[in-house]
C-alpha cells in the first residue's frame, strides 16, 4: 500500500484509487478523478471494485493533487491490473471507461452562495468545476452549452416554495419574490410561476435533446409538476393573482413529465406541501414522517452499468435526511424509471433514475446528506469533516457518470 | 433549502419551555376548578396511577384503557394529558377526539381540553377542524386570551408566522389589547424579521415574566447585523429594566461580542437582582477567560455585596487581566474580617504575585515575614518563587537566588531555581530544575526543549535571551534569539522560529516572515520547518497574499506528508481556496 505522493518515486503503469474503506478521501477522489479527464486523460471506472475505484494513469500532476488533497492511492504495474481486471471479469463488476470531463452546470440563483446547496457543495470541495446559470442564461438557450445540468432546490411551480406561510415579511423573502418578479419582467413573463414553467419546460428539452439531468430537494417535485402542468394554473393567489385551478389535478398531462404520474397537487394555499409526490412531507406537520435509512439497490454491472454507477458507494445503507421533498411515492413512479435506493418496507423511494428522449435525469431526495434536519440559518456543511461521506458520493457519482463511454448492453 | 425551518424556526425550543410553563399553571387551576367542581367526578384516582405505571413500563395500550377509565375522576386533567401521550405512541390520536367532545361539553371553559383538542387536531392534519375548534373555544369564552395564545402558539410552532400574526391582531381588536400574549406577539414579530418589534414585545413580557430570558435571547440571535441596533435600543430604553439588559447581554455574547454584553449590563443598579446579573457575567467570563470583563462585572458586585469570596475572585481576574495594581485593591489583606491562617492561605499568594509583578519583591518578602508562622513549607516555597521573580523583572539577579535559597531546599530546587539557572547561562542545572515544573506553559516547553538541544553546558547569550522574555520584552527576546542561533547551531532554528512566533505575536509579520522563511530554507530537515511553514503561510494570509499562502501550504503537504501539521495545513488550503465555508 502506498499513501501520497513520497512513498514511492518509481513511476508504476496506473493510480488505482480505492473507494472503499482504505480511502481518506473519498469526495476529492472524485475531483481527481475529474481533473484527469480535464486534462485529457483517460479512467477507468470499476465498478463495484473496492467500492467503485478509478484507475488512472501515472502522472506527476495526478500524484501531486493526490499528495495535496489526502486522496489515498496505489500505484499499480502492468501483473497488478491485470490481475485486477481478471477479478473483475469473474464477478459482478465491470470497467467503465470514462473519456471526457462533462461541461457542468449549476441552475442556480446568481447571488447563491456555493454553501447553499449540496451539490455546489461537494463541487466545489472536490474542485470540479462548474457554471452557474440562472433563468436569464435558460431562457437565452444556454443549456446546449452543458452536458450536465443540476437544478437548485429551485421551486419551478413559480410558489417560492410557498416561503410566504411563514416569511411574509422577513427581509430576505420579501428580497427574493423581488428579484425574480423582476426577472419574470424582465424577461417578458407576466408572473414568477410564467417564468419558472418556461425555464422548466428548456430543461425538458435539454434532456429531451440528449442532456444529463440532476435534480435534489424540492427542484425534483416542482419541475415534474411544472412540465404536466405547463398550460395549467398550478399557484396559489400569492403567487400569480389568482387561485390554483379547482381542476388542477384532472388537467395535468403527466405524458409531458420525465419521473412520475397520476400525482395529486395540493390545493390548500395554506398547507406547505406541493403534491403527493415527497413521501415525507416534512413541512405538514400532521403528515410528516419520521426519518429512516435507505439502501441501495446493488445493480449487475455489466448487465446494467448505469445504474451500477449511480450507485457505486462503499456503504450500501444511508442515513436519511429531510428535505422540501424528502422522498418520492413509489406508487407514482412511471413504469420504466429505475428505482436506486428504497427504504425496507416504506411507500417511498430515496434515489431514481430514467432516460428521457435521448438523455438521462435522476432525482436524489433532500437537500444536504450531512445536515438530516437542516434548516434555515444553520450553519452550512463542512465537507472537510465528511470527507468519506456516502450521501455526498451519489451526487458525485452522477458527475462523473457522463464521462463514462457508452457500452453495447450485453442483453 | 429553506422550508424545512419553518416548523423549527420560530423557537420551537422556546416554546416548549414556555408551554411547560403554562401546562403546569393551566394544571393548577384546573385541579382547583376540578375539586370545587368534583360532583360529577368520581374521587378514585387509582386507575391514573395504574396508568402512569403502565406507560412508564411502555404497555400503551393498557395504559389508554387506565387514562380513559380515569377521564371523569378527579385526576381527569392528568389523564386526559396521559392519554394524548399513549395514543400519540400508538398513532391513533384520532380516538382523543371523542372523549375531549364529551369533557369541553361538560366543561367548555377548560382550557387544558381546549388545548389538547387543538394540538390533535394539528397533529391529524386536519386544519380545518383545527380552526372552528379555536373559533367555538373563542365563542364560549370571549373575553379569554387563552384561545388566542394556544392557537397562535401552535401556528407559530407549525411555521405559519403570518396566520398567528393575524390571530394575535384579532386578540388585540376583540381583548382591548395583546398585554397577556406579548410572549407570542414576539415570537411571531421575529419568525416575521420584525426585530424590533419582536425586541419590543419580548421587553413588555419580561416585565412580568423576567423567566423568558432566555427564550428571548433566543428568538432574537438570528437577527441580521444591520438590524441588531434597533434591538439595542428596546432594551435600552428607559425605564430600566434587569431582565432586559440580562437578555441584551446573553445575546451580545451570541452575536459574538462579550464586550458588548458588559455595556449592557455595566450600569445597572447596585442590588441583588443587579449582583446576580453581574455575578452570572462573571462567571461565564472566567470560564472564557475573558478576565477584563471578570474583573469589571466583580469589581460591580462588590460595591453591593463585598463577601471575601468575590472579593478574591475580583483579585484573580485583575491579576490575570493584567492589572496587578488592581488586585491589591479589590482584596485587601486587612478587609473582610478573615483570620490570619485564611488570609495566608487565599489572599496573600495573590498579593505576593500582584506586589512581584508590579516590580516591588521587597514588599512581597517583607509581607511573608508577617505572615511566615501560618505558611506551610510549600505554600512558603511557592511563594519564594513568586517573589524569585519580581526580583527577576527588576534585574537583581542575586536577591532573586538568594529568596529561592532562603525559602529552604523547595524552593532552591524548584523549576524556579531552574529559571534562575537558565538566565544565569547554566545550562546544566536548569536541563536538571526545569523538568521538575508543574505547569505546562509555553515558555516552560521552550526552554525545556532549548535547553535539551543545546550540546554544551552553558550559554549566557541564550540565558539573557529567556532573561529579556522574562521581563516581557519581547522585540529585544526576539532579537537576542536570532543572534544566539548564530552562536548555537544545534538549536538554531527553534530559537529563529520562536523569534518568528514573537514578531507575529507583535502583529509585526513583516519581521516575522523573513524567520519563518529562513527557517524552512536553511533548516528544512528540522522539526520547526513544518510549523514554521504552516506560519509562514497563515501570515502571508493575514497580509491578503492568498496566492502565496496557497505555494506556502502545498509546500508544506508534499514536502512533509508525514508531519503531524498536514491536517492543519490542508484545512488551510481549503479556507484558502474557499473550497469550504
Redesign the interface.
Known amino acids: 500500500l502506498v ?4 512513498a514511492s518515486s518509481a513511476r508504476a503503469q496506473q493510480l488505482l484509487v480505492p473507494m472503499d474503506d482504505q480511502q481518506q478521501n473519498h469526495l476529492k477522489a472524485y475531483g481527481l478523478t475529474f481533473a484527469a479527464l480535464k486534462a485529457g486523460m483517460k479512467a477507468e471506472w470499476l465498478l463495484n471494485y473496492r467500492g467503485g475505484s478509478f484507475l488512472l494513469p501515472d502522472t506527476p500532476e495526478l500524484r ?1 493533487r493526490a ?4 486522496i489515498t492511492m496505489e500505484p499499480v504495474g502492468v501483473g497488478e491490473v491485470n490481475s485486477i481486471r481478471a477479478e473483475i471479469a469473474n464477478s459482478n463488476m465491470d470497467a467503465i471507461p470514462l473519456e471526457k470531463a462533462p461541461r457542468v452546470a449549476v441552475y442556480t440563483p446568481p447571488d447563491a ?1 456555493p ?1 447553499d446547496d449540496a451539490v455546489t457543495l461537494a463541487l ?2 472536490a ?1 470540479i468545476e462548474y457554471t452557474p446559470i440562472y433563468d436569464d442564461e435558460v431562457e437565452k438557450g444556454d443549456l446546449s452549452k452543458y452536458d450536465w445540468l443540476h437544478l437548485h ?1 429551485e421551486d419551478f411551480t413559480g410558489q417560492l ?13 420579501v428580497d427574493l419574490v423581488q428579484k425574480n418578479a423582476s426577472t419574470a419582467r424582465r424577461l417578458g413573463f407576466t408572473n414568477i410561476p410564467a417564468l419558472k414553467k418556461s425555464v422548466a419546460e428548456k430543461i425538458r428539452l435539454f434532456v429531451e435533446r440528449g442532456g444529463f439531468l440532476f435534480a435534489m ?2 427542484a425534483t417535485e416542482t419541475l415534474e409538476l411544472a412540465m404536466a402542468g405547463n398550460s395549467v394554473d398550478l399557484a396559489g393567489a400569492f403567487a400569480d393573482g389568482s387561485p390554483m385551478d379547482e381542476n388542477a389535478d384532472a388537467k395535468m398531462d403527466w405524458k409531458r413529465s420525465l419521473a412520475f404520474q397520476n400525482a395529486h397537487l395540493e390545493q ?1 394555499p ?3 406541501s406541493m403534491s403527493d409526490i415527497d413521501g415525507h412531507q ?7 414522517q419520521p426519518l429512516g435509512a435507505f439502501t441501495l439497490f446493488n445493480f449487475s454491472a455489466k448487465f446494467d452499468p448505469v445504474n451500477a454507477m449511480l450507485v457505486q458507494n462503499h456503504r450500501s445503507v444511508i442515513p436519511d435526511f ?3 421533498t424528502t422522498s418520492f411515492t413509489k406508487a407514482l413512479l412511471k413504469p420504466g424509471d429505475s428505482i436506486l435506493a428504497f427504504e425496507e418496507g416504506a411507500p417511498w423511494v430515496k434515489y431514481v433514475h430514467g432516460d428521457y428522449g435521448k438523455g438521462t435525469w435522476t432525482y436524489y431526495g433532500g ?2 446528506p450531512e445536515d438530516p ?12 469533516l465528511h470527507k468519506g461521506s456516502p450521501g455526498y458520493r451519489l451526487i458525485l457519482n452522477n458527475v462523473l457518470f457522463p464521462a463514462a463511454k457508452k457500452k453495447p448492453l450485453k442483453t | 433549502m429553506r422550508s424545512s425551518r419553518k416548523r423549527l424556526d420560530v423557537g420551537s425550543l422556546t416554546l416548549d419551555v414556555a408551554l411547560v410553563a403554562v401546562v403546569a399553571c393551566l394544571l393548577q387551576t384546573s385541579n382547583v376548578k376540578l375539586q370545587a367542581q368534583s360532583a360529577p367526578f368520581q374521587r378514585d384516582s387509582a386507575a391514573f396511577y395504574r396508568a402512569m405505571d403502565l406507560e412508564g413500563a411502555g404497555k400503551y395500550r393498557e395504559a389508554g384503557a387506565e387514562f380513559r377509565r380515569a377521564l371523569f375522576t378527579s385526576t381527569s386533567v392528568s389523564s386526559l394529558l396521559g392519554l394524548e401521550r399513549v395514543y400519540a405512541e400508538l398513532k391513533i390520536t384520532d380516538s382523543l377526539l371523542v372523549p375531549l367532545d364529551s369533557l369541553i361539553r361538560a366543561y367548555p371553559k377548560e382550557p387544558v381540553y381546549r388545548s389538547v383538542q387543538l394540538r390533535s387536531l394539528q397533529s391529524l392534519g386536519r386544519e380545518p377542524d383545527q380552526r372552528q375548534a379555536f373559533e367555538k373555544w373563542v365563542v364560549d369564552a370571549p373575553k379569554d386570551p387563552a384561545p388566542y395564545r394556544e392557537y397562535s402558539r401552535q401556528l407559530l410552532q407549525q411555521g405559519q408566522a403570518i396566520r398567528a400574526d393575524s390571530i394575535l391582531a384579532r386578540a388585540r381588536i376583540q381583548l382591548g389589547g395583546t398585554g397577556d400574549l406579548q410572549l407570542e406577539v414576539a415570537q411571531s414579530r421575529a419568525a416575521l424579521g420584525q426585530w424590533e418589534e419582536s425586541a419590543k414585545s419580548w421587553r413588555l413580557a419580561l416585565i412580568n415574566a423576567p423567566y423568558l430570558e432566555q427564550a428571548a435571547a433566543y428568538s432574537l440571535a438570528p437577527a441580521p447585523l444591520q438590524l441588531r441596533d434597533p434591538i439595542r435600543a428596546q432594551f435600552f430604553a428607559p425605564p430600566l429594566l434587569v431582565a432586559a439588559r440580562r437578555t441584551l447581554a446573553t445575546l451580545e455574547s451570541t452575536w459574538g461580542s462579550p464586550a458588548n454584553g458588559w455595556v449592557a449590563l455595566r450600569d445597572l443598579p447596585p442590588d441583588s437582582a443587579s449582583a446576580n446579573a453581574w455575578l452570572d457575567f462573571a462567571q461565564r467570563a472566567e470560564a472564557e477567560e475573558r478576565w477584563t470583563h471578570a474583573r469589571e462585572a466583580l469589581s460591580a458586585v462588590l460595591k453591593y455585596k463585598n463577601t471575601p469570596d468575590i472579593a478574591l475572585r475580583a483579585a484573580v481576574a485583575a491579576l490575570n487581566s493584567g492589572d496587578p495594581g488592581g488586585a491589591l485593591s479589590l482584596a485587601p489583606l486587612t478587609g473582610g474580617g478573615a483570620d490570619s491562617a485564611r488570609v495566608a492561605r487565599t489572599l496573600l499568594p495573590v498579593h505576593i504575585r500582584a506586589l512581584a509583578a508590579l516590580g516591588r519583591p521587597a514588599t512581597a518578602e517583607r509581607l511573608v515575614t508577617s505572615y511566615e508562622r501560618w505558611l506551610t513549607p510549600t505554600a512558603r516555597a511557592t511563594l519564594a518563587r513568586s517573589i524569585a521573580f519580581g526580583w527577576v523583572r527588576i534585574g537583581d539577579m542575586g536577591r532573586a537566588r538568594t529568596a529561592l535559597t532562603v525559602a529552604g531546599p523547595d524552593a532552591d530546587s524548584s523549576d524556579a531555581a531552574g529559571w534562575l539557572a537558565l538566565y544565569a547561562g547554566d545550562l546544566v542545572t536548569a536541563r536538571r530544575l526545569l523538568r521538575t515544573g508543574g505547569d505546562a506553559s509555553p515558555e516552560l516547553a521552550l526552554a525545556l526543549g532549548a535547553v535539551a538541544r543545546v550540546k554544551g553546558d552553558s550559554s549566557l547569550e541564550l540565558g539573557q535571551a529567556f532573561l529579556k522574555l522574562a521581563r516581557a520584552d519581547t522585540a529585544g527576546a526576539a532579537s537576542a534569539l536570532v543572534e544566539c542561533a548564530e552562536k548555537l547551531p544545534d538549536v538554531a532554528s527553534l530559537l529563529i522560529y520562536t523569534a518568528g512566533q514573537l514578531r507575529a505575536a507583535q502583529r509585526n509579520d513583516a519581521q516575522a516572515i523573513p524567520l519563518y522563511q529562513r527557517v524552512v530554507e536553511q533548516y528544512a530537515m528540522s522539526a520547526e520547518a513544518p510549523t514554521a511553514e504552516l506560519e509562514w503561510a497563515r501570515a502571508l494570509q493575514r497580509r491578503g497574499d492568498s496566492a502565496s499562502a496557497v505555494q506556502r501550504l502545498e509546500h508544506l503537504i508534499l514536502s512533509y506528508p508525514q508531519s503531524a501539521l498536514v491536517p492543519q495545513a490542508r484545512r488551510d488550503l481549503e479556507l484558502v481556496r474557499q473550497a469550504i465555508p
Open positions: 499513501l501520497g505522493l513520497a501531486r499528495g495535496l488533497d489526502g452562495p454553501w466545489k470541495y474542485g432546490h416554495n410557498k416561503f410566504h406561510l411563514g416569511y411574509r415579511d422577513a427581509s430576505w423573502f430537494c424540492g390548500s395554506f398547507v406547505n416534512v413541512n405538514v406537520p400532521g403528515r410528516r429531510f428535505g422540501v437537500h444536504d434536519q437542516h434548516a434555515i440559518g444553520n450553519p452550512p456543511t463542512d465537507l472537510s
